[in-house]
T-cell receptor, first 114, second 117 residues
Framework: KAGVTQTPRYLIKTRGQQVTLSCSPISGHRSVSWYQQTPGQGLQFLFEYFSETQRNKGNFPGRFSGRQFSNSRSEMNVSTLELGDSALYLC?????????????FGEGSRLTVL | AQTVTQSQPEMSVQEAETVTLSCTYDTSESDYYLFWYKQPPSRQMILVIRQEAYKQQNATENRFSVNFQKAAKSFSLKISDSQLGDAAMYFCAYRAYSGAGSYQLTFGKGTKLSVIP
């Protein structure tokens, strides 16, 4: 069974550009969450999607957005990139967004903003 | 807002020895789950162990066990017979209902565990 796949794995952008990251969850998983991981702030919740609907959003500016498609694949977009957006972006999927549900993480997309 | 605190940024342990990683959390909820996740260098994060707040018995998974003290809001991870493959960042995490059908995971800052041969 294939795991959570994130693309691209590495990317470099310059300030002001925008970026789109993709996440393919484990087959059958309908919940997809996104996290930003930085050395200073640790892991911070961005948003969660379930059946193409955003159910929850973390405390991030509107430059961060996302969506989920009917096949549960998800994308997140960051517009007008800032240096502080450099981070590892992790996607996680679960069967459904339950309290006890295990999250399965992808290897992440490492974004560097110059 | 819920917070998770891991007070040990780094720890080390001799191979085959036992190590305990600390975690405390703050919440007003009574129904929640606690997790320990492991993130090896340049590899994906995986679940090590989970504990339901309503269960008094401490969870155990092979060499990994927890000491869950609900009143003290403490959730420590004990790794017995440490192996080289245990070297990783360990994250304590808390999960509870956050509205609109969503259960948000809140992570601590992590503890970097080194295993000395």
């Amino acid at each position: 069974k294939a795991g959570v796949t994130q693309t691209p794995r590495y990317l470099i952008k310059t300030r002001g550009q925008q970026v789109t990251l993709s996440c393919s969850p484990i087959s059958g998983h309908r919940s997809v969450s996104w996290y930003q991981q930085t050395p200073g702030q640790g892991l911070q919740f961005l948003f969660e999607y379930f059946s193409e609907t955003q159910r929850n959003k973390g405390n991030f500016p509107g430059r961060f957005s996302g969506r989920q498609f009917s096949n549960s694949r998800s994308e997140m977009n960051v517009s007008t990139l800032e240096l502080g957006d450099s981070a590892l972006y992790l996607c996680a999927s679960s069967l459904e967004g339950t309290r006890s549900g295990e999250l399965f993480f992808g290897e992440g997309s490492r974004l560097t903003v110059l | 807002a819920q917070t998770v605190t891991q007070s040990q940024p780094e720890m080390s342990v001799q191979e085959a020895e036992t190590v305990t990683l600390s975690c405390t959390y703050d919440t007003s909820e009574s129904d929640y789950y606690l997790f320990w996740y492991k993130q090896p260098p340049s590899r994906q994060m995986i679940l090590v162990i989970r504990q339901e707040a309503y269960k008094q018995q401490n969870a155990t998974e092979n060499r990994f066990s927890v000491n869950f003290q609900k009143a003290a809001k403490s959730f420590s991870l004990k790794i017995s017979d440490s192996q080289l493959g245990d070297a990783a960042m360990y994250f304590c995490a808390y999960r509870a209902y956050s509205g609109a059908g969503s259960y948000q995971l809140t992570f601590g800052k992590g503890t970097k565990l080194s295993v000395i041969p």
